[in-house]
């Protein structure tokens, strides 16, 4: 990515735009919090992400882009 020219990072960024339909936006967001917790580490060591949770068939069995996934990825909770 670092050795793409400004143009073709430009039309890259558009492609996607074009081709995901806000996919990636909404992927951001679910996501950003846990990020953000994670380089200000603000994380409680019994907090548990609810993908994290989940077994890796189930996870599959969502389509791309689904709500589910998604809130699968932007939520959590407290385990003991």
Do not use: C, W
């Amino acid at each position: 990515m670092l050795s793409l020219s400004d143009q073709a990072f430009k039309s890259l960024v558009l492609h996607l735009n074009q081709v995901q339909n806000g996919y990636i936006r909404a992927a951001s967001t679910a996501v950003s919090g846990l990020v953000m917790a994670l380089f200000r580490g603000a994380l409680k060591s019994i907090m548990v992400s609810n993908l994290e949770m989940t077994d890796s068939s189930k996870i599959l069995e969502y389509p791309k882009g689904s709500a589910m996934l998604l809130d699968l990825v932007s939520s959590s909770r407290y385990t003991e």
